[in-house]
């Protein structure tokens, strides 16, 4: 049942995509990225009447490949410009694909601890389409900002080059760390996490059947047993999810990374970090 | 003197029946690299409408009982073109036809193909990997080329390899090797004793760019094992045929090489996906065709598996 609702949905804004693509701005186009019809649709159940400002280049900005050189991992990243000083911090953080079968990508929680909303990731894009970053601060204001991509065919592209070593390695992390500049600094990390994060919808032309959904929709991060920052993420993240992401680094301490996925599964990858930053 | 005539109408009767068969289909233009081994050149290029989907090298190899056809097209007109360059050379059956891996380019054609007493040929793994992406193959052939594309469905080899086999056309053997993963997760040579001829599939490309869809480690030390076969004619899966000794797959290992320690510096010095692909190219790239439709992605392709090493 729910497989036939993304299908029919899939269909809907396949429609949608195509009339959007004539406007094809290259680059931020926020303005014209208001009138999608999958984005009002959206945006009601999402934000309710709240205002949205879309001159958000203070706060937020979104780095996208204009065209994707491969639709099943298009590298994205969201870079916030609050440095603190005004007293306000990114606490929320929407990532949407309008065309895609389930637009919404993730919502990424922040905390004062966090050293930045900054966050990298690699997602799957189905079809010419507006990516959108929309900003909740502290003082619950909304801001956002979209690019234009051009990819398609991401999100019914199986997963795995190498379906035998994919199934061995699953719930395999690794975390990376970059140690920060100055002391007290934002340090830099990578979490990396084996996982086919199978999107169900990439039929098996021999069985005529779609593989059950699989993937990573739950992570949290913390650093000395404070929150960094926590995601719900949907089949949208590309296969092995990987995510950049800040915390700050005052003395030594544990980063720990947990991670969820839809079958139940819970992994976990902890990293030491000592009092320079370095892991 | 009678029954010869009958036979002789009775025979272009059937010539007519096959040509509507195989729906008139001009035949492949096909070369004989080697005693009994014909090989078609597909073009370098990307499938589009002028070249019907007419990309990849396509063989057969006669022996003295029966042929093997080795890969067959992106589309059921490409095989049928085929068979009829086939039914100009010899009379004898086709007992195989081999798939090298499971792109559409190599396996679309085989529905030509399908009758009685005609095996179907592949590695052990080729199966569901291609039927995890058929319907997507399907819909690009279609896209691509419209009504050139009418009739085209994947048929599924029905006789696996899993590690090595040996087929044998009648005093003619060709040696099979299921390889791990390189350009797929399911190559496959195939090796005429004969002629020592070897069939690469797309572990070997020449002019046309290498693909990754599968690992560009696994690959670089497939490379090792081809070099060390010594084969003295080399089919590869896309370009010229028989490019002096091993210049071919030196060539491959020099670009692969290439990716690998572009990519293993980026991902030491903590660039991201995207940096590695925006940094542009370098001269090693220069020299292959259709630079700008793979090399980003063979990028993404390298980081994304590199960046699990220790």
């Known amino acids: 049942m729910k497989r036939r609702q993304f299908i029919a949905a899939g269909l809907g804004l396949a429609v949608g ?83 895609n079968p389930t637009p919404v990508v993730g919502v990424f929680s922040f905390y004062p601890e966090s050293g930045g909303a900054d966050v990298e990731t690699r997602v799957r894009v189905n079809d010419y389409t507006f990516v959108r970053a929309i900003a909740e601060t502290s003082d619950d204001k909304l801001y956002m900002t979209a690019n ?34 100055a002391p007290g600094g934002a340090a830099r990390a990578q979490l990396l996490i084996r996982h086919p994060n199978v999107t169900g919808l990439a039929m098996d032309q021999l069985t005529r059947m779609y593989p059950q959904p699989h993937y990573v929709r739950k992570i949290d991060i913390s650093y000395q047993d404070k929150p960094v ?51 | 003197m009678l029954s010869q005539v009958t036979r002789h109408f009775a025979g272009l009767w059937l010539a007519a029946l096959a040509v509507g068969a195989w729906g008139a289909q001009a035949p492949l233009s096909v070369a004989e690299i080697a005693t009994g081994v014909f090989v078609h050149r597909g073009a370098v290029a990307e499938v589009t409408r ?31 073109a085929l068979l009829a360059a086939i039914r100009q050379h010899t009379r004898l059956p086709v007992c195989y036809v081999i798939n090298t891996h499971m792109h559409f380019d190599h396996v679309f054609g085989n529905v030509a193909f399908e009758g009685d007493g005609v095996r179907f040929v592949a590695s052990q793994r080729l199966p569901s990997s291609l039927s995890a992406r058929a319907e997507g193959f399907l819909q690009r052939v279609g896209d691509s080329l419209g ?34 993963t390189a350009h797929t997760d399911n190559d496959l040579t195939v090796y005429d004793e004969r002629t020592a001829t070897l069939w690469t599939g797309d572990l070997l490309f020449v002019e046309h760019l290498p ?12 490379i090792d094992d081809l070099v060390a076969l010594g084969a003295r004619h080399v089919v590869p899966g896309h370009g010229p045929v028989d490019v002096a000794g091993s210049d071919g797959l030196e060539r491959e290992r020099a670009y692969l090489s290439h ?15 995207r940096e590695v692909i925006d940094a542009g190219e370098s001269e090693t790239v220069a020299e292959w065709q259709l630079v700008e439709a793979f090399h980003p992605r063979n990028l993404s392709a390298a980081y994304t598996e590199l960046e699990w090493e220790d």
């Not at chain 1, 398609?152 to 997963?159: E, I, K, L, N, T």
């Not at chain 1, 719900?232 to 030594?252: D, K, L, Y």
């Not at chain 2, 007419?54 to 890969?71: K, M, T, Y």
């Open chain 1, 148 to 181: 234009f991509v051009k990819a398609s065919g991401g999100c019914s592209a199986p997963a795995s080059k190498d379906a035998a070593a994919a199934r061995q390695s699953l719930g395999k992390m690794k975390l990376r760390i970059d140690p920060p500049a």
């Open chain 2, 147 to 180: 009504e050139a594309a009418e009739g085209t469905r994947p048929v599924y080899p029905t006789e696996l390899v899993d590690t090595v086999t040996t087929l044998d056309l009648g005093g003619r053997r060709l040696v099979l090797k299921a390889w791990p």
């Open chain 2, 259 to 273: 990716v690998a320690a572009t990519v293993r510096r980026a991902i030491r010095d903590g660039r991201s996906l």
């Open chain 1, 229 to 279: 920052m926590q995601a719900e993420v949907t089949f949208a993240i590309a296969e092995n999810p990987s995510f950049r992401f800040n915390f700050r680094h005052q003395g030594a301490g544990v980063l720990v990374a947990r991670v969820e996925d839809t079958e139940d599964g819970h992994f976990e990858a902890r990293a030491q970090v000592d009092a320079s930053g370095a892991s």
């Open chain 2, 50 to 80: 002028d070249n019907g989907g007419d990309i990849a090298n396509l063989s057969f190899v006669v022996g003295e009982r029966c042929v093997a056809v080795i890969d067959t097209g992106s589309t059921a007109a490409i095989g049928r």
């Open chain 2, 211 to 222: 693909v990754i869809d599968g690992s560009v480690r696994g690959w670089l030390a497939a």
């Open chain 1, 17 to 99: 995509a195509r009339l959007a693509s004539a406007a094809e701005p290259k680059g931020p186009g926020t303005a014209q990225s208001l009138n999608v019809e999958v984005w009002q649709g959206l945006r009601p159940g999402l934000f309710g009447e709240r205002e949205i400002d879309i001159d958000a280049g203070e706060i937020i900005s979104l780095d996208t490949p204009y065209r994707a050189a491969d639709a099943a991992a298009v590298p994205i990243a969201v870079r916030s410009h609050l440095d603190g000083s005004d007293g306000r911090y990114i606490k929320r953080m929407w990532l949407l694909i309008d065309q």
